[in-house]
Every structure is written in structure tokens, then in C-alpha cells.
């Protein structure tokens, strides 16, 4: 499924497929199914679908009716792994890879990035380096971490 919500693009053929569950027995009307999707630029989002009477219907005005239907619902990080913690709970989830998802090491590895700022932010940057004497990158990396920590 692909969608575009608030202009940015949710697509399952491309987003990574983290992990998925469903709740009822396929043939109770409640059924559903949700899986967690990660973009390559890092955003959350679950896919779900389900039967007439799960939280997926889709109402049908002509027929004055609920159907089956699907629908994407865009995380942010912590209701990510809110809601990976709940399969954990249940005893469905990986810790594994709930702690390479939602607890990341430290690590001296370095990775590219890609990104598009303003001229002005790019302009700050630059400054920031030259007056601080340190690399566009690590002011980056400063400015991210310390939002992470605090």
C-alpha cells in the first residue's frame, strides 16, 4: 500500500518490514493485522488491515454497512517503540532487534547523510563550525545528541 499523509510518502514496497501481529481469530469480525514499517529516512509507520468490525472498516454509505479495509497510521519514534514494547510484552516481539531499533550503541562509526536545509540554517552551520573551529559534521552530530539527551 502506498500513501501520502501530510506530504510525506508511506509506502510498504519500500519501507523496510520490521514486524507484524494480529489480534482475534481470522474468522471473528474484530480480526486485524498491523505491521511495523521503517522508512529508509528512519520514520515509523503501521500498516493495518482488518475485517468489518476491526478498527480498519470502512464504512460503505450505500449499503449502510462496514467492510474490511486497510489503512497507514505515520509513528513517531516513541510510539514505535511503545508499540514494539507491547509485543514484547506479550511475549511476540525480538528483543534483539528492539534494541537495535530503539536503543542504539554508541559507536566511532561514521555513516553518509544526505539532507536539505534552508540557506540561512546551512549559513548558521558554517558559522557555527568556523567559530567553534570543529567540522560542519560534528556540530551536527553535537546538536543531535544533545537533543537526544536531554
Not at 503501521?46 to 468490525?53: D, K, L, S
Not at 566511532?108 to 536539505?116: G, I, N, Q, R
Request: hydrophobic share 25%.
Amino acid at each position: 500500500m502506498k500513501k501520502r499523509i501530510h506530504g510525506l510518502e508511506y509506502n510498504t514496497d519500500t519501507a523496510k518490514e520490521i514486524i507484524g501481529t494480529s489480534w482475534y481469530g481470522v474468522s471473528d469480525n474484530r480480526y486485524y493485522e498491523e505491521t511495523l514499517y521503517r522508512k529508509r529516512t528512519g520514520e515509523f509507520f503501521i500498516y493495518g488491515t482488518g475485517n468489518a468490525g476491526s478498527k480498519y472498516a470502512e464504512w460503505l454509505p450505500d449499503y449502510q454497512s462496514y467492510t474490511s479495509g486497510e489503512a497507514i497510521k505515520p509513528l513517531t519514534f516513541n510510539e514505535a517503540k511503545e508499540w514494539y514494547t507491547e509485543l514484547l510484552n506479550d511475549g511476540s516481539g525480538d528483543e534483539k532487534e528492539y534494541r537495535e531499533l530503539f536503543e542504539p550503541k554508541d559507536s566511532p562509526e561514521k555513516v553518509s547523510l544526505t539532507l536539505s536545509v534552508s540557506k540561512r540554517a546551512k549559513k548558521g552551520l558554517l558559522d557555527l563550525a568556523t567559530k567553534q573551529g570543529k567540522s560542519q559534521s560534528e556540530i551536527v552530530e553535537r546538536l543531535i545528541l544533545s537533543e537526544i539527551n536531554s
